[in-house]
């Protein structure tokens, strides 16, 4: 039934479209609705195409956030139970949002308010304005169940903590590394050997066997006679920080010339493929209900994953099928909105 929606795209109102389609088979939806920012966004393209779409609410924040509860419904239906849901958003009315979501997910499946830092600097506090410059956008991610798809990725040390932590450098090889205690913590009562190594006896981390291995790899120290030995940690060998909920590291701006096809607020593809790698695994179905210029298409498709993608917006379907060129006009269908 889900393979008829694989890997296609649709001029549709998501509103409606998401009812189609079955419950429990999505491992990811990344939304990146209208903010309720009172405004319309246009960008012109080379060749003098106008992309555009509107944010301005009749209804004022209730008709917005009944729009909004009605997708998000559908979403939590479509997702299955190892699924994420990701919504993107702003000052703006993510608060709202945050709370339609704890009643649509449950409080308990929230995971994550993402700070997305997109701009270094931005030119809203010059004219007098009396506020502090708004440079972040706010992505929240909801998972459907507790058992989700989790691929932990990790970013290098800051430049700070190598300079502290990682202060020693190898003279034969160049190589980093900090000094790491080998006492064992919590001693007896945590199961931990006692026994006599280099001459100081005391709990240790590891067992008799393994400290000798370390030794003989040359990883050990001691600085004197009767000191408590330490072990090298080898910066190089390390994973890095776990990737923490600011994101500074990819900008609007870097959005890359090959990449920028001028479509209002469209987001860098690293940004996506940084959410599709975490959340889901190869041949999982990624869902953009708002999809815009396809960003995520393309990032879901750049990491094998299948995409399907919904828009409103007949030029932004346009868009999505010459940027998702190598399609076969047999792979993506279009239905009028
Ligand atoms: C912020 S843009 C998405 C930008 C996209 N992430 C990108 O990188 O290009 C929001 C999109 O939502 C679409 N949209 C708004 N309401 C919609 C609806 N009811 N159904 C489908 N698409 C809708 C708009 O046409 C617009 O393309």
Redesign the pocket.
Known sequence: MISKFENRIFC????K?LKKLPSDHIKLIYM????FSDRN?EAVSKDGKINS?GDKWSGGLEGYLN?MRE?LQECYRVLNKKGSLYV?CDWHASHYLKVELDKIFGYDNFRNEIVWRRHNSHNDTKQGAKIFGRVHDVILFYSKTKDYTWNPIYAPYPEEYVQKYYKHIEPETGRRYAKGDLSGPGGRSKGNPRYSFKGVTRYWRFSKENMKKLEREGKIIQTKKGNVPVMKRYLDEMPGIMLQDVWNDVKSVQITKKELVD?????PVRLLERIIEVSTNEKDIVL?????????LVAAKNLGRKFLG????QS?IKLIQKRLFSLKPSEHIKIPA
């Not at 990146?32 to 903010?35: G, I, L, R």
């Open positions: 549709a109102d998501s509103t479209f990146d609705p209208p903010f966004y779409f729009f997708n993107h479509y209002p607020t469209q987001k953009d209900p708002m999809c815009g210029s396809g960003t995520t919904i828009d409103k917006n932004a």
